[in-house]
């Protein structure tokens, strides 16, 4: 071999190795790619969405979806799941059910077995059989299904509103189309069309829209993600689709809202019982003309007055009775500080009478003083419970009638009402919500339903007369009205009927203004005593008895109840 040859053999030989070591690496990039581009055209996903909706002139969807997947045995493994709203809150709050039926499910141009299973807010299609594998590639389902109460009524125009694809699925979507055809022509130019892409609650515009006459065509531009979807907007002239009219939306409304139709079903049943029995049994007899009576009404006495006035007993009726006692004779009030002391008389307790058969109560030994407190008395307690029976017995019933019994009935409708709702699974608010207007409207007719008999509302007609004396302040009313004499035993006399009427203060200050503070005083100090004022000390004698009389732990035994005066 020459010399001259050595120069091309060095050259060849350092060209050679990165000529061999490219082709190499360039068949094995080649191999990469198609293995690549092989599992890329074999991920799992949705090649094709299309939707065809005709909407027929009674407002039905016949919607045929057809969907042409590539199934690896990954999230595809048996078949595919096809979800669908229908249950939601339109824009009142008020619960809306919309129909909903499959009517064909086919795969690759056959029947196809699929399930219906329900969601919390809608209907769920389970397409597949449980019991076989799909074969891996690409499969074509068709579904076909029917729905109603999608259309929207407007002033100007009427519109269908349509999730395309949904945003629940996990696969992404390589083409998505849909056509929205009518029952009957319409002009394309009375086709207005919008659409939007994206996640849930998002408005993209990656879509492209076609009008012709009848029908409103839309694609989507771009791949779309999985949970992203398409929903379309499709306004058309009024009159394309009957309305339902207002009697079959008011059946809907009502099928679909039972909790509210209970509700207000029962407040209306409630509101026109007690109406109807307050037009019953409720009303007042007529008053008669009233004016100032100078004398008390005979055979009521003073607690009598004060139970006959508020229709109820409180413990003031107990106070007045003692008032009363002392006014004729039987007893003496002392206060000392935040006590009550009642120191018997001389004079007999020889008669029936209430207030009487309360004092022998309270000195039912030979025991000439009795005090109390606010501390607990079991003994006061036991005097007190027996007058309040005592008073309605004698005037509950011929006099006034509390129509307990129709009231108890109008709890019973309220209660039944909200049973019925509980049943129905209404929310807590709800029943809150539908109670509180219940317990208002019984808590009024708890006022109104209590009524005077006849004989009652002469009674009552004479103690509004007593009041209307007992309650003048004015020297020149008390003139023109023709008053007996202002004197300290007319004062000392009517005391408790004022204390029976709640106006005392107004009384005492007449007196007080024409006699003076100390003459007053000295009118009742024969049987009432008091360092701190006369009415004052008063006042606080029914709720030292209240607290008195109420056992510890117990809310309250101070009256059993708070109605006042006046029946409807």
Known sequence: MSVEMWPAILGIAVILPPVFLYNRLKRILGVFLLLFSFAAVAAERVIAFHSDIRIGASGVLTVTETIEVQAEGKEIRRGILRDFPTEYRDRLGDSVTVPFQVDKVTRNGKREPFAIEHLANGTRIRIGDAGRMLPQGKHVYVITYRTSRQIGFFEQHDELYWNVTGTGWTLPFERVTAEVSFAQRVPAGDIKVEAYTGPLGEKGRDYNAFVRHGSAAFRATRALKSGEGMTIVVAFPRGI????????????????NPVAVVGAAGFLILAAYLLFVWQLVGRDPKARRRFPRYEPPAGLGRAGVRYLDRMAYDDRCFAVALLGLGANGYLKIRQEGERYAIERSAKALDGDDMAQRLARGLFHTEQERFAFGKEYSATLEVVRDAFREALKQHFAGRLLSRNTGAQLIGWVIAGATLLALYALDAPIAVLAAAAVPMVALLMLFYFLLPAYSIQGRKLQDAVEGLRRYL????????????????????????LPYAVALGVEKTWSERFTALLGAEAVAAAVNEYYESSTGVTDSIAEMDSTIAAASTPPGSRSGSSDSGAGSGGG
């Open 241 to 256: 689709v009957e309305q339902p009219g207002r009697a079959e939306r008011a059946s809907t409304w009502a099928n679909e």
């Open 471 to 494: 309650s003048v302040a004015e020297k020149d009313d008390l003139a023109r009205m023709k008053a007996p004499p202002q004197t300290p035993q007319e004062f000392a006399r009517f």
